[in-house]
């Protein structure tokens, strides 16, 4: 008999590994020891030789759904004497070097418990188990014991202990675990702030009954507040809208089980996957041709083909949803343009103006967090992550970096999608979506995350990336941390960092083949000073060449062109020297007359494709202020593929002219909109035809640079038909690459980042290489 020692790591804590490998190893027979440590966790086991290689091939089969394995190690040690099996306090010595493990939607074995009158944890709202419930959200240090989440106060009752230490008992070692002997307590206040008299076991009922009578309530979930009111109340919607500043803007669905998710919703088996995973998205779906709560959903998503939907992913907002059994409004509980509330106290100041009472709890939330959202394109089902967020992050986002690249980096990330990338000890550690920077208190929520992540991992970066604009607010906020770290600050391009996540993504970096990169989306500030968003890079040895792009036209007016689409419109119009009088209809003669001379004198140009998605909805009369972002082209997108869906096969595209500079020229796609539009041509076969336009622009560039592979990145592949028509029209002929655990929005700029700076370490290690060995010739 001998020793061994066993060390897993990847993400291993939070998931029942430790009962896993206890139970494992109790039915081999084994004695020894199983830990969590800072760094994994630790197996010391006394078993032969061909016994451990059975043991760790059983580990690798067998581990928990939720796990993710990155490394086993085994080494036999100096023998030590074992009577039995035991699971040992965590060792805390070293520093961490672990995959933080996201929050986990309620699984079928508790849902089974909350609705069974016979259990002793019967509709109580905080039921968890080792393989479900809170933990990102609720962690406080590494590694992940109840004495370092928010469970630290929490003393387990007899009956909860004895589950804890029972090998036998789904709970056991389960360090969320509480029940309505030990419980999390919660409560309710009213609008004036004021605790109502509600009993503890009464408040969800009390909600309930409150959501009926056409009341708004906030409810504290795994990551946040949640305003929560009846979708069939029309009137209790508007007044939702109406209080939270968002006319048309999209609300998400809660429904109470998937058989009444079927019965208003085409449902795929992509879809329902997402919907019933452990990461519980948001999942836009599309309405049945008749489905059963046919009046509400127009309210919901007004003009859109599609609603975001999901189930239930935390004990009490399933209690909330069963009771009442019909769909819910759910929205993140949050002032416009800021990050989700997720503490008691900010609740009480702020979601009163919103809701009419409030359901609070005392188990903290470390981690804010909003749910994260998902569509798949209706052919191809292509996945697109929108929203990367509760359920997804952080998690690990390593792909082709080496693992032995060994320098601490921390790259901010951009402006409006914010979230923050961390290499830390051969690992990476992405953020979850932090939101919209320009707003104060999202600022303030970057700064906290990204402390928390930092205190949790120990981690000092030895470099800071930042985007190359000076005036975002990662950027400044980036050189200030440099600068009291008193280490460099690079530049990485907003878009070569879209393009550096998706190669990377896909194992792209050490391809021989040259690789083109079509990055379409909104902004980013160019190296030559101008606004991109229309770029072709192609990619090889490990260079990234800009190509071709859009033929610049004037941007004008800041952020104020990104909010109107007529302004898009009427400086494309002004670039291609196109008249279009009916546009001068959506302004007033002084607007006209100003923003001639604007565009007159304007220095600044961009070659934004996502601007261009603006100025054709406004000229097709689809929208011409935004209400919130993306909306024009969303409308875009839903007219053409309602055109698309009712015809037999389409493939008719606008002309353009890719020159021999490589800019494309657009006069020709505006012209014939112009004309379309003069002769009356349905606006649905307008947006097909510009959807059509926008691929064979890909096409065009990808036959001159001549590759075989293309890969996407920017907000403009969001758009699901777009996605569909690049598959079908250059599947046979190109090898396609998308985001896969990323969204292709800036979301995915703070990796792209961390990639872009690996790369060129890793040319200049290379080169170092190659010179050293040429010197020994």
Known sequence: MRSYHIHIKGRVQGIGYRPFIYS??????????????????????????????????????????????????????????FSDFKIVDSNLEGTPDLLITPDF???????????????????????????????????????????????????????????YHDPTNERFYAQTNTCPDCKISQWVIDATGSK???????????ACR??????????????????????????????????????????????????????????????EAELTGAKAPIVLLEPKENPNNAALLTAIAPGLDRLGVMLPYAPVLLLIARKLGRPLVATSGNIKGSPIIYSNEEAVGSLSNFADYIVLNNRDIQVPQDDSVVKFSRLHKQKVIIRRSRGYAPGLMQHALDPLFDDQVLAMGALLKS??????????????????????DAQISFEKTLKHFMNMLQFRPEAIIVDKHPAYFTTQFGRELAASYEIPVVEIQHHKAHLWAVLAENNLLEADEKILGAILDGTGMG??????????????????????????????????????????????????????????????????EYYRKVLENSSLCTSSVGRVFDAVSSLLDFCHINTYEGEAAMYLECSAQEFIDESTSFH????????????????????????????GVHRGKISAKFHNTLV??????????????????GGVFQNGLLLDLIIEKLGSEFNLYFHKELSPNDECISYGQLVGYYAKRALTFRAEKNSNLKSLV
């Open 696 to 713: 064979r622009m890909v096409e065009s560039v990808a036959r001159r640079s001549g590759v075989k592979s293309i890969a996407f990145s």
């Open 196 to 206: 109502l008299e509600v009993e503890d076991e009464e408040v969800i009922d009390f």
């Open 527 to 592: 190296s030559d000073g101008a606004v991109w968003g229309g770029e072709f890079f192609t990619y090889e040895a490990g260079k990234l060449s800009r190509t071709s792009h859009l033929k610049y036209y004037p941007h004008i007016l800041g952020d104020k062109m990104a909010y109107e689409p007529r302004l898009s419109a009427l400086s494309l119009l002004h670039a291609t020297n196109m008249n279009f009088s009916r546009e001068k209809d959506h302004f007033t003669e002084e607007e006209i």
């Open 210 to 271: 409150k959501i009926h009578e056409g009341n708004s309530i906030a409810v504290k979930g795994i990551g946040g507040f949640l305003l929560i009111c009846d979708a069939g109340n029309r009137d209790r919607v508007l007044e939702l809208r109406k209080k939270k500043h968002r006319p048309s803007k999209p609300f998400a669905l809660l429904y109470p089980d998937l058989e009444s998710i079927k019965k208003d919703f085409i449902l795929a088996g992509a879809e």
């Open 652 to 679: 008719d595209h606008y002309s353009f002219e890719l020159m021999q500079s490589g800019s494309i020229e657009l006069s020709k796609l505006v012209t014939g909109i112009l004309d379309d539009v003069m002769k």
């Open 419 to 440: 979230t923050f990338s961390i290499w830390n000890r051969g690992r990476c550690h992405t953020s979850q979506f932090l939101g919209d920077t320009t707003e104060f």
């Open 24 to 81: 494992l190893a109790l039915k081999s027979g084994w004695v020894g020891t199983v830990s969590n440590t800072l760094d994994g966790v630790h197996i010391i086991m006394n078993c032969e030789l061909c016994s451990v290689s059975k043991f760790v091939k059983q580990i690798r089969e067998l581990s928990p759904k939720q796990s993710l394995i990155t490394d086993i190690h085994t080494e036999e040690i100096e023998y030590r004497a």
């Open 105 to 163: 939607a309620i699984c079928d074995p508790c849902k089974s418990e909350l609705f069974d009158p016979g259990n002793r944890r019967f509709e109580y709202p905080f039921i968890t188990c080792t393989c479900c419930g809170p933990r990102f959200s609720i962690e406080t240090a590494l590694p992940y014991d109840r004495q370092r989440t928010s469970m630290e106060t929490f003393r387990m009752c007899s009956a909860c202990t004895r589950e």
